[in-house]
Structures are given as C-alpha cells and as structure tokens.
C-alpha cells in the first residue's frame, strides 16, 4: 500500500541545470536569461521559453545564440538575473517585481567574450558555452510558452574540465548548477556510472574539482594564459550523449576580454 499522499505544487520544477541564454535584442544588444528547462537530444538542446519573455522574442526572430552553463558556485549571480527582464515595457504576465534591465551582462556581475560562430556573445565566467543556433521555435501547447530545438555547433570548456587529450567533459569536475522547486543546488559525490562512460576514473587522470576553492581562479578565465579549451562535437550517438572524435580534439586560445 503507498503512503504517498496527493499534492497539488504550483510549479513541477522537479531539478533541471541552469543555463543561461544569450540572444541578440532587436537593437543589436545582448540578453541574458536564466532558464532551467534545458535538456540534451545529442546535439540538439531542447528549451522551455516564457513566451511573454524578450528570450522567445529574439529567438523567432534571430535564432543565434549562446548556451552557457554556470557552475553551482554562481548562483548568486543567476539569482541577480532572476527579477530582470530585457523586455520593455515589462509585460503584464511577468511576476511581480519584474523589471526592464537592458545590462543583463552588467547587472549579473558576469562579462561578455565574442563567439566564434554566432552573433551572441558568450559568458566568460561560465565553465562551459555552447554556441547554437534555434532550428525550431514554436509555440507549446498552453501557449504560455514556445518550444526552441537549438543545434550546438560549438562547446568551449574550462580546460579544467576536459580529460586530457581528449573531447570528454569530466563529470568529476564539472559541477552543474541545479534548480528545484525554486531552490538553488550542487551535486553530491559520484554515485556509479553509465555502462557506456568513457570517462571512468582510471580514464581521466587526475581530477581537478570546480568547486568553490577552483572557482576563485576558473572565474577570471581571461587571466589565465590558455583559453577555454574548443572541443569538437563528432558523429551522433544513438544516447543522449553527445560524443566527440577524439581525432577532432583543437586546443586553442580563445580571443576573450
Ligand atoms: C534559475 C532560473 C530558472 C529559470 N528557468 C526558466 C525556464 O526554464 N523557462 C522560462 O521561461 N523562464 C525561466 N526562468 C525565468 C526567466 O529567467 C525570466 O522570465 C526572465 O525574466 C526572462 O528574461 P527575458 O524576458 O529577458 O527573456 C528562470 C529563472 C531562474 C532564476
């Protein structure tokens, strides 16, 4: 017999990583949104995006744009984002408290660095930035909010967080900034993983973690004499991953100020 009990929560929001949008306004500024309904088809990052935001607006009309993944120590600088919007006037259906902030990149405390291939800059503090372009958006089915499938032509990654040598984030370094129900958290330690890792322990060596203490020097990336490390996106895998040629690997210096 259960012991569940019935609920009615005003939001599912059931823990999903942060990530934040930037898009391009129609002014040919730049937005910056945090979003939590993000979630990975291979290549494909597949959005939840209010429709009444300036997100969704850019997005229809400029589908550029950058995916970048703070790490859970940034949360507070998410949170400062929270109440902003780049839509003005603020629209009605925004929740209380809601304002047109038109310096997002400012406003978070976070810096802009030029893409490679898309329009919108990425967001220099965050340990991975996933350039992409919105091959579909359209509206879901309540209305409230459209749906973009967003294709990644390009990662950049902390090199901290790549195994050496090869295209393979290492999820023993890499600490994602999870959101549920409203609540801002981290990982706990390693349980087990896939059968289909690639990134054991006895595979990727020494493992540098992104915490706190790693945070204070990962933060400044443009200091640091090598950039963000590019890594080649491969063929398609028939998961969820997305897998890279380790003969694709490119190291390069990004250009970022
Ligand atoms: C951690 C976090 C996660 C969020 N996730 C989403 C989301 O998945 N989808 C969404 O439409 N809004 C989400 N929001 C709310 C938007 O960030 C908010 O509506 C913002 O005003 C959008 O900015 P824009 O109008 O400039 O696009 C989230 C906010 C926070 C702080």
Redesign the pocket.
């Known amino acids: 017999m259960s012991i569940h009990v019935t609920i009615e929560p005003s939001i599912l ?1 059931f823990g ?1 990583p ?1 990530v934040l ?1 930037s ?1 391009e306004n129609p002014d040919g500024s730049f ?8 979630w990975a088809l291979g290549k494909t990052i597949v ?4 429709r ?7 997005l229809a009309e400029r589908p550029d744009l950058v995916i970048n993944l703070p790490a859970a120590y940034q ?1 507070e600088a ?2 400062r ?7 003005d006037p603020v ?1 009605a259906s ?2 209380d408290g ?1 304002r047109f ?1 038109p310096d ?1 990149f400012g406003a978070a405390g976070l810096h802009a660095a030029p893409s490679d291939g898309v329009r919108p800059p990425r967001v220099v503090e965050c340990p991975l930035q996933f350039e992409a372009r919105a091959v579909s958006v359209r509206a879901d089915a309540s209305g409230s ?1 459209v749906i973009a499938e967003a294709v990644v032509s390009k990662v950049h990654a902390d090199p901290r967080l790549v195994v050496p040598g090869t295209n393979h984030v290492d999820p023993g370094a890499w600490s994602p ?1 999870i ?1 549920t129900f ?1 609540h ?1 958290f981290g990982l706990g330690p390693e349980l087990g993983h896939s059968y289909r890792s690639e990134t054991r322990p006895e595979q990727r060596g020494s493992v540098v973690g992104m915490g706190q203490e790693a945070a204070e020097t990962a933060l400044v990336v443009e200091e640091r004499a090598a950039g963000p490390v590019h890594v080649g996106l491969g063929d398609q895998a028939d998961d969820h991953d997305v897998v890279a040629d380790p003969r694709s690997v490119v190291r390069q210096a990004d250009q970022v100020r």
């Open positions: 929001y999903t942060v949008l898009t937005n910056l949104a945090p979003m939590s309904s993000a959005l939840g995006i209010g009444a935001g300036q997100t969704a607006r850019n949360w998410v949170e984002l929270a109440p902003l919007t780049g839509r629209p925004k929740p809601c902030e997002k909010f900034l959101y409203r801002y």
